[in-house]
């Protein structure tokens, strides 16, 4: 591989701006990065279109402002910077999007500078490495498959404090009580928990004690789902 192929663009040019050759080749490398990177953050994550979209296109953004701020980083930094900061002052983003961004950002700004190979090799590198981690087993919680959900309705008049601790105990390593809220104009109240099931106990025959409980009231087990704005 020539070493030519790491040189910086703008080296050698003793103009403040690069030629046109120049900017085709920096972004068209930034938008060959966004694709891979948009490619790659659509394996097992949870996205949407425009953020997908949004992402193949901000290396070529950050790239060039670079390019157009004649190589004054700390302006071109500031810049891009407030571009990437604009979504996520109203709608808060998970710790994989901000990733994604930063990385985006960093690949771009590498093009804009005048090194595009460096950018294309880093952002491969890393693409590689966030696959690896998403499709192993990596800090994966053993209990994670086994965390639920549960929201019973019980009538007013019963102590919703205890009434439910031996099934708890029978049926699940852990428990906590998230809400209580009532409903129909105050009659009943509706508690939600966050449970662990044991391994080998039947959700069925845990639901079925609980009905006897509450009265035959409405009851839903579901997966425990994290927050979009934990990190």
Not at 20 to 45: E, N, P, Q, R
Not at 167 to 181: I, P
Request: glycine share 8%.
């Amino acid at each position: 591989m020539p070493d030519s192929w790491f040189e910086g663009l703008f080296e050698t040019t003793s103009a403040a701006s690069p030629d046109v050759m120049d900017f085709v080749i920096c972004v068209g490398v930034s938008l060959l990065i966004g694709f891979l990177l948009a490619l790659s953050y659509t394996y097992k994550s949870r996205y949407t279109k425009n953020f997908v979209v949004t992402l193949a296109l901000l290396p070529a953004i950050v790239c060039v402002v670079i390019l157009m701020v004649n190589g004054n980083i700390g302006a071109g930094v500031a810049v891009a910077g407030a571009f990437s900061l604009v979504r996520f002052r109203s709608i808060p983003g998970t710790s994989g999007e901000i990733g994604a961004v930063f990385l985006a950002m960093a690949t771009g700004l590498a093009a804009g500078m005048g090194y595009p190979v460096y950018a294309l090799l880093f952002a491969c590198l890393l693409s590689a490495v966030g696959l690896l981690y998403r499709g192993s087993r990596f800090a994966v919680r053993k209990t994670e498959s086994a965390d639920r959900t549960l929201r019973v309705t019980i009538p007013e008049d019963l102590e919703y404090t205890d009434v439910f601790e031996d099934l708890f105990d029978l049926y699940t390593t852990k428990h906590e009580t998230m809400q209580v809220k009532t409903t129909n104009l105050g009659s009943l109240f509706r508690l939600t928990y966050n449970v662990t099931m044991r391994t080998g106990v039947s959700e069925k025959e845990f639901i079925d004690k609980l009905r006897c409980r509450n009265g035959n009231l409405e009851i839903s087990l579901s997966k425990q789902e994290v927050s979009t704005t934990d990190l």
